[in-house]
T-cell receptor, first 114, second 111 residues
């Protein structure tokens, strides 16, 4: 079975500081990993994905994520946080059985403090 | 291009009733998936359809069913509603096995 874990329910960071939202995964084989963001009363917006190749993946809105196979992690990062980045962030892994469905973590609420 | 559209945006039902939720995928996307997001949790996979065939099913009771139409739109049906079915229901579409794109969801409240 595959799964992802987001160990932090809440992350607070000052505006302009770098931010990191953590995610670890458990998959037999090569993982397909994703980050999504959810704003209040909205659906999920795709930020970035890792399929294969370069361990540093660049995505939307200045976000990037680092895939680390030895630590089974896929942390989301941004060099300089904006107040508008405050939202709920979800890490997800694709089902390896062949379907395209995703298994999501429990989410991390990011608050950027002005 | 329009994104994934879902209707209705909000719905209030009582226990025991039936509900139908609708989803129109992004133009050109043939795969549609449904997820349930209970307050405070991550989305949970319910169904996936591709080219009108069920491709995957999550761990949900038989009260939940879905179908996909020739124009690739989809319906999610839930019978005999329970209080625990109160959630945000999300539809996502994708082009083949590429990243899924989500609609804004239908918020279902059961009284």
């Amino acid at each position: 079975a595959q799964s992802v874990a987001q160990p932090e329910d809440q992350v607070n960071v000052a505006e302009g500081n770098p931010l990191t939202v953590k995610c670890t995964y458990s998959v037999s084989g090569n993982p397909y990993l994703f980050w999504y963001v959810q704003y209040p009363n909205r659906g999920l917006q795709f930020l970035l994905k890792y399929i294969t190749g370069d361990n540093l993946v660049k995505g939307s809105y200045g976000f990037e994520a680092e895939f680390n196979k030895s630590q089974t992690s896929f942390h989301l990062k941004k060099p300089s946080a904006l107040v508008s980045d405050s939202a709920l962030y979800f890490c997800a892994v694709r089902d390896i059985t062949g379907a395209n469905n995703l298994f999501f973590g429990t989410g991390t609420r990011l608050t950027v403090i002005p | 291009d329009a994104g994934v559209t879902q209707s209705p945006t909000h719905l209030i039902k009582t226990r025991g009733q039936h509900v139908t939720l609708r989803c129109s995928p992004i133009s050109g996307h043939k795969s549609v998936s449904w997820y349930q997001q209970v307050l405070g949790q991550g989305p949970q996979f319910i169904f996936q359809y591709y080219e009108k065939e069920e491709r995957g099913r999550g761990n949900f009771p038989d009260r939940f069913s879905a179908r996909q139409f020739p124009n690739y739109s989809s319906e999610l049906n839930v019978n005999a509603l329970l209080l625990g079915d109160s959630a945000l229901y999300l539809c996502a579409s994708s082009l083949g096995d590429r990243a899924q794109h989500f609609g804004d969801g239908t918020r279902l409240s059961i009284l």
